[in-house]
């Protein structure tokens, strides 16, 4: 492997100090001098495991000499370590006792690539979506409290670790709100501020820190801090500096000291020599404690640091060539086709706005940005205020595109409902990571959106199968005089042709894709490929139902005049779904026939390759028709 990209020094395919941190207490009992080394060892394997498996890079890189300095002061699993988001957390992973299993990171059987609580007592929260760390950990805080269990030497103190990005959100700020006055509690905040979310930070937060570090104030503090540390003086004299500092002296009346929390910071994240005694001191103190760290996105991996956007996820790739974007022309996603309907939708209707919760480059707004920046927002981890803002956009005649993973709508709901749908505004949803998204597992899962969406009075669901019914399906959308979602996986589809031509698809219209006999299968979304593979070896009729709202119950009777049963299929939770929709409308329509569902189990599925996962469901073409010939006999 070459060297020329990062900046630690080569080990070979050893780390002779790593390979014998089996256990954080190994580390503890680490002669401190050496922690520099184990650092840069932790670093490497980093970015060797990840450039082997896949997985989020550039935040790993950023945290490797916190996690080391957190683990050699703190005591995990007897204190409680939380990690925001979670997607930073493998230096602790490879720390607690993870380090081999780093190579079946997010693959099926294989280690998650967030902190799970039944994968290790070192984790002691599950988390994905964002900013929940400083609310778990002041909820373990208060609980220790009134157990007992923060008196004495062996206190335990519970420490939550949030990036400047899940700062945003207004969940850490309920949090801290509720964390400044709450008596008697041990919680310790470290804010790990590298000046970046997936994309450059946004938002008024981000302008705030970047003038808490800015200039004179930034190496004043750390000098001070520099000075404060070399003749180290007894613990409870150099918290008490501490604490003068954090009181005035550092840094008059920050944000999080009126929220009634010591702020200490801002210090180097990337030095031990800075990070450790700091933390020492801090675990002493009482009451909420906020530090202040700054790192850098991709530390130590200069093709990272340059570019930590591209590397924040990325797939395999060979470290020393850094990632090759492939000539080789290859079928568009399904954010992609949305990417180009925007643009293309922009251009035609200017009262066309888009909004994104952080998720730019996912959600494929990238050239909108670039095409329209007046008519783009970027709104931070904010879920629930892009809903409403959407909303007051949409009572001023403009319209508004709420483009969202189908998971992070989940943060929105409140908002969607009584913000949006109650008013029939015409905001419309563009549902990206429908369904099962791989290898970010049960808490990036698109499950639920049918069950959560379809209940909402106003609200119009459409289920695009391929990537032209997506574009055309989006039209429509936008053109539907209310609020819509179009729901859409992650990845490519087959390849269907996309027409440039806007083609509005009616309301509440399914398809017959199939005639066949004695069964019909109904699927919605790109369920639809495996269920004409199945339909052909069941000699099966198949339908396109493209809406799970308004469900099309028309064709529905005449499907049961014609048939024997039905069987749904859907990549969504059968509970509550497509499925559940259809037989709703069967019963008012007092259609009597037998129904399968098809659809994900009542459990949440794990990480694994996305086909890998809907095969194991038994939802695939060969799955569908299983189940259906067990059923029916068919
Ligand atoms: C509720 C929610 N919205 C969006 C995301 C997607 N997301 C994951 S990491 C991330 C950026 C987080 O930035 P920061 O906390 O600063 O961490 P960094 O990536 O800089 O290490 C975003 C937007 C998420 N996980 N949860
Ligand atoms: C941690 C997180 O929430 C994001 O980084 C997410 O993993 C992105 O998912 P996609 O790769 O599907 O965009
Ligand atoms: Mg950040």
């Known amino acids: 492997m070459s060297d ?43 970015l060797q495991s990840v450039s082997r498996t896949g997985g989020h890079l550039s935040s790993n890189l950023g945290t490797v000499e916190l996690t080391i300095a957190l683990h050699y002061v703190f005591d995990t699993p007897r204190d409680r370590l939380i990690w925001d988001v979670g997607h930073q957390s493998y230096p602790h992973k490879i720390l607690t006792g993870r380090r081999e299993r780093m190579a079946t ?35 373990m ?53 590298n000046d970046m979310s997936i994309s450059p930070p946004v938002g008024a937060l981000n302008r705030y820190l970047a003038r808490l570090l800015s200039g004179r104030f930034y190496s004043k503090a750390r000098d001070l801090g520099r000075a404060v540390l070399q003749n180290v003086p007894p613990l409870f004299e150099l918290a008490k500096r501490l604490e003068e500092h954090a009181k005035g002296m550092v840094v008059p009346g920050t944000l999080f000291e009126e929220f009634g929390f010591n702020y200490v910071g801002p210090i180097d994240g990337h030095d031990l020599d800075s990070l450790i005694p700091t933390l020492q001191n801090l675990r002493e103190l009482r009451g909420p404690q906020f530090l202040h760290v700054v790192t850098r996105k991709g530390q130590g991996y200069k093709l990272a640091e340059a570019d930590p956007v591209l590397y924040h ?21 399904y954010t992609q086709v949305f990417s180009d309907w925007v643009c293309d939708m922009a251009e035609a209707d200017e009262r066309l706005v888009a909004i994104t919760p952080a998720m730019r480059e996912g959600s494929g707004l ?79 899962a698109g499950a639920y959106d049918f069950a959560y969406l379809r209940c909402v009075p106003n609200l119009v669901v459409y289920a695009p199968s391929d990537e032209n019914e997506c574009r055309q399906m989006l039209y429509s959308a936008f053109r539907h005089d209310g609020p819509a979602a179009v729901r859409y996986p992650r990845g490519a589809g087959a390849g269907a042709a996309v027409e440039k031509a806007f083609t509005e698809i009616p309301l509440g219209k399914a398809e017959v894709r199939r005639q066949g006999r004695r069964i019909a299968i109904l699927a919605f979304g790109t ?64 259609l009597v026939l037998p129904l399968l569902q098809l659809g994900l189990p009542d459990r949440f599925i794990d990480h694994g390759e996305q086909a890998q996962l809907l095969r194991l469901e038994g939802l695939d073409g060969a799955g569908i028709e299983r189940s259906v010939r067990e059923r029916f006999g068919a």
Not at 17 to 23: E, I, S, T, Y
Not at 527 to 551: H, I, Q, W
Not at 576 to 589: D, I, L, P, Q, T
């Open 4 to 46: 020329a990209n990062r900046e630690t020094a080569p080990h070979g395919t050893t780390w002779p100090l790593l390979a014998a941190v089996d256990d954080p207490s190994i580390l503890r009992a680490m002669d401190r001098a050496r922690l520099p080394q184990l650092a840069a060892e932790l670093r490497d394997f980093v």
């Open 105 to 139: 990171l997010r693959q099926l059987g294989g280690i998650s690539g967030f902190p799970k609580r039944s994968e290790s007592e070192h984790d002691a929260f599950g988390t994905a979506h964002s900013s929940t760390s400083i609310s778990a950990a002041l909820g």
């Open 313 to 333: 996820g990325p797939g395999r790739f060979d470290p020393g060539q850094g990632i090759v974007k492939s000539t080789k022309p290859s079928r568009p996603t």
């Open 366 to 444: 990238v050239e909108f940005e670039k095409r329209f920046p007046r008519r783009y927002f970027d709104v931070g981890i904010a879920e629930q205020h892009a809903v409403t803002f959407a909303a007051g956009i949409a009572c001023e005649g403009l319209k508004p595109v709420v483009a969202i993973y189908s998971t992070f709508l989940q943060r929105g709901y409140d908002q969607l409902i009584h913000d949006v749908a109650l008013q029939n505004l015409p905001v419309m949803f563009a549902l990206d990571r429908a369904g099962l998204v791989g290898a970010d597992g049960a808490t990036h």
């Open 141 to 193: 805080a208060v609980a220790s409290r009134n157990k007992g269990e923060n008196e004495g030497p062996n206190r335990r103190r519970h420490v939550a670790v949030i990036g400047d990005g899940a700062m945003s959100a207004g969940m850490a700020f309920e949090a801290l709100n509720n964390a400044g006055v709450t008596p008697d509690i041990d919680l310790l905040v470290i804010l790990n501020d």
């Open 527 to 590: 369920m639809l490929a495996p269920a004409l593979a199945a339909g052909e070896a069941l000699d099966a009729t198949v339908v396109n139902m493209r809406f799970v709202k308004p469900v099309d119950a028309d064709l529905l009777g005449e499907l049961a005049a014609a048939h024997e049963a039905f069987v749904t299929v859907e990549e969504h939770v059968v509970m509550g779904g497509a499925g559940s929709a259809v037989a709703e409308a069967m019963a008012a329509r007092r």
